[in-house]
T-cell receptor, first 113, second 117 residues
């Protein structure tokens, strides 16, 4: 079992749709959480950090449930430019170097006109 | 540009050949990470440096893989006697963060796509 697991996808949605991605992690002592975005054949780029209280950045909302070891990303009013792979990232934890980030395999989103 | 720079962008190696991949992190970034990304998967951690010290090499898949960062800036990932299963994109990332972690962004280079034939 991978340390960070994500919805396998792919998600194909029309423009304007709301879509949610889920992620679970196995190391209960993990310290920091992120969503990264990766376009085809490009490098990953930080989309947003995820805080325990939940946080929002425009159309994007991230939630963290430490008790359930669950992270989510909600995208509202999807745009064509949101098409990408979304990577769930967990950093640090028990028996893990605090600087080490562990990535999920990503969920691919395609937004269609 | 001031981003993370990796070279070469593409490398084709014959099985058994040694390769060296270079990473120039963002100036002043203390932490440097190497990841291996196979097609359709997320990046897999290989190794981590804080300045010149290699603090974690638990992800290196075999003793054919070696990384160094002798002066605490540029890093080289070397793969000896390459095998077909080494074919992947090798990503380098740097961040300001120290080993204490925290919500510090890691910036990735564009990667080196290694194909072993």
């Amino acid at each position: 079992r991978k340390e960070v697991e994500q919805d396998p996808g792919p998600f194909n949605v029309p423009e304007g749709a709301t879509v949610a991605f889920n992620c679970t992690y196995s190391n209960s002592a993990s310290q920091s959480f992120f969503w990264y975005r990766q376009d085809c054949r490009k490098e990953p780029k930080l989309l947003m950090s995820v805080y325990s209280s939940g946080n929002e950045d425009g159309r994007f909302t991230a939630q963290l449930n430490r008790a359930s070891q669950y992270i989510s990303l909600l995208i509202r009013d999807s745009k064509l430019s949101d098409s990408a792979t979304y990577l769930c990232v967990v950093k640090g934890g028990r028996n893990t170097n605090a600087g080490k980030s562990t990535f999920g395999d990503g969920t691919t989103l395609t937004v269609k006109p | 540009g001031a981003g993370v720079s990796q070279s070469p962008r593409y490398k084709v190696a014959k099985r058994g050949q040694d390769v060296a991949l270079r990473c120039d992190p963002i100036s002043g970034h203390v932490s440097l990470f190497w990841y291996q990304q196979a097609l359709g998967q997320g990046p897999e951690f290989l190794t981590y440096f804080q300045n010149e010290a290699q603090l974690d090499k638990s992800g290196l898949p075999s003793d054919r893989f070696f990384a160094e960062r002798p002066e605490g800036s540029v890093s080289t990932l070397k793969i000896q006697r390459t095998q077909q299963e080494d074919s992947a994109v090798y990503l380098c990332a740097s961040s300001l963060a120290l080993a204490s972690g925290g919500n510090t962004e890691a910036f990735f280079g564009q990667g080196t796509r290694l194909t072993v034939v």
